[in-house]
């Protein structure tokens, strides 16, 4: 099965909920993020696309690694994706929908059962945002 290198962030906000995002023309949402560019390394991929989908800036030392994680890709049948996360704190006003994007959430763990969501956030990313809901 071939992979997609990817970067990913779980943002969250002062009261704990997680943004996620759905590209134009898919069903599912995920955490934003995507593929590097040649040279990039995980983090300056990452802080790239959520300058680019969501006009975030945010520094180095705003993001913490979280590790890799390994699912079947939302959006590519046949394909899995290899995801470096990184986790950050943000404000929800300093984010907006462009570029690719088609719609963001702010969600809580009562929301997870009524979205489609990518396995990447299912299986990984969100138990690692609310450990306490997902145990």
Do not use: C
């Amino acid at each position: 099965m071939p992979d997609i290198l990817v970067s990913a962030a779980i943002l969250t906000d002062t009261d704990g909920r997680v943004l996620v995002v759905r590209k134009q023309g898919t069903t599912r949402f995920m955490q934003p993020g995507g593929k590097p560019e040649s040279g990039e390394t995980a983090s300056e991929t990452l802080r790239r696309e959520l300058y680019e989908e969501l006009g975030l800036v945010l520094g180095d030392d705003d993001l913490r690694p979280l590790g890799r994680f390994v699912s079947a890709a939302a959006n590519e049948p046949g394909h899995r994706v290899v995801a470096d996360a990184f986790s950050a704190t943000i404000d929800p006003r300093s984010v907006r929908v462009q570029a690719e994007l088609a719609e963001l959430r702010w969600i809580t763990p009562s929301d997870v059962d009524g979205l489609p969501l990518a396995p990447l956030s299912v299986e990984h990313l969100l138990p690692l945002a609310w450990p306490r809901a997902s145990a």
